[in-house]
């Protein structure tokens, strides 16, 4: 029996898996050349071989930790057991190059690939690095054609007017921005049947409701505010804010969220853009092996079931 089988299963884990927080197991070449920022006059904490660990470099493993792993060896010994591991970690380090494989093809060969992807990367950031502009009529723009996002975030309580023709509803939209009651007002000319016997009380909103046009102009309006004449296949409706609050979602942290998902999508357009003018200046010939690929162009859609008899 060797020495390796007499260390429980368990231990053996959770010491792969400090190893792996190191940068050490599951990239190999990576971990081999796993450098940390050259610092002057660090003080040494530790000489392995004669190779000192010193303190910039401690603390840069440290930083390059996961929260959950940093709490891990928290609970575990701390960075006195941190420490531990990372000499663990350059005595298996010295093995390897001892062994010469850190100069073996497999690994030159990943080492370039993981070259590759940091340079991709920062190509990427170059490339949309310049500051991208959200003006705020684009972005209300945006709130606008996802109001129904943002109606799911709030508690909304509506009225609305429906009348038939474009004249009567400017001119109940007149009355009302002279003093008029909406709840009489919409009693006496709706035809919205189901509302108008509540004064138009739509009651708590859902988007949808009345439709998107309807869902949009809410977005706009503040509490007591009406809008201007909407039309739509029912008529042309008047719609009356009479409340907005938080809903389970924040209305807030809606809006930021969609903010954040324009500014991506303008950023991958603006990727889009510039990889679209390297491939115009560039001279791309498909050799005739590139068939093996070229013609592949996925599965073809499944046929619809035959209808049943």
Known sequence: MTQASTVPSSAFRSWMIALACLGLTGSLGAGLAGCSPATEESPVLVVVNGKPVTQSEFEFRWAELSPAAQARYKSEGGKRKFLDDLISRELLLQAARKEGLDQSPSVRER?????????????????????????????????????????????????QIVVPTAAQAKDLKRQLDEGGDFAKLAQRFSSDQATKSRGGDLGPYRRGVVGPKIDAVLMTLKPGMVSEPVETRAGFHLVKLLSRESGDASPLAAR??????????????????????????????????????????????????????
């Open 111 to 159: 080492l370039e690939r993981v070259k590759e992807q940091l340079a991709l990367e920062e190509l990427m950031r170059a490339a949309i690095r310049a500051q991208i502009d959200l003006p705020k009529e684009e972005l209300d723009a945006y709130y606008t054609a996802h109001s129904a996002e943002l109606l799911a975030a709030e508690q909304i309580r509506a009225a």
């Open 256 to 309: 930021e969220r969609l903010q954040q998902e324009l500014y991506a999508e303008k950023q991958r357009k603006r990727f889009e853009e510039y990889l679209s003018a390297l491939r115009s200046t560039a001279t791309i010939r498909m050799a005739d092996a590139s068939r093996v690929v070229t013609e592949d162009t996925g599965l073809p859609p499944a046929a619809p079931p035959a209808p049943a008899p």
